[in-house]
């Protein structure tokens, strides 16, 4: 198996668990985890061993969204490797929705954009206490992205998927 920067992958019992391993900064996602996913999701969907994956983070929080961080080292990247970027991140989304082994999203603290889809695309949804959800992206001037707008609207139904992109509320587990 292959090693990976910023998630911890355990194999045991059938089960997957896929840890986002970058706590400081509350998990978040960019092209690092994608390109680690892609690997990930490849080996996962061959490995006949594995029957269920779990998708949790270290620490306080389970995705915080997008690696704004990262958005310095695109500038200059062109239209051509932009589109590419988000071409693979949608395509990551849709292969979490269509993975064809149980995906569950174990929640154990913050959950928001990216994050929040992310947990959207599972089959199962387990939040303890301290978990946050919020489609956050009108408090950055951002539409959801990473399927938001499509998740979204399935898991809670349009009127409340509405309320929540334009608001950007943050719901507690409760």
Not at 33 to 44: K, N, R, T
Request: proline share 3%.
């Amino acid at each position: 198996m292959a090693t990976f920067e910023r998630i911890i992958v355990e194999k045991a019992d059938g089960i997957c668990t896929i840890t986002f391993n970058f706590p400081e900064r509350l998990n978040p996602w960019g092209t690092r985890p994608l390109g680690d996913f892609e690997v990930l999701f490849d080996d996962l969907a061959q490995d006949d061993a594995i029957r269920a994956v779990i998708i949790t983070g270290k620490g306080r929080g389970f995705c915080s969204g997008a690696d704004l961080s990262d958005i310095p080292d695109q500038i200059g990247w062109g239209v051509a490797k932009s589109k590419e970027t988000i071409r693979r991140h949608d395509r990551m989304v849709w292969r979490l929705v269509e993975f064809e082994k149980p995906l569950i999203a174990a929640l154990n603290g913050v959950a928001v954009g990216a994050g929040l889809n992310m947990a959207l695309a599972c089959d199962f949804i387990i939040a303890s206490e301290q978990a946050r959800v919020s489609s956050i992206f009108v408090r950055r001037g951002l539409l959801p992205d990473f399927g938001g707008m499509w998740l979204l609207q399935r898991a809670v139904g349009l009127a409340r998927a509405k309320e929540l992109v334009y608001t950007g509320d943050i719901i507690d587990a409760r």
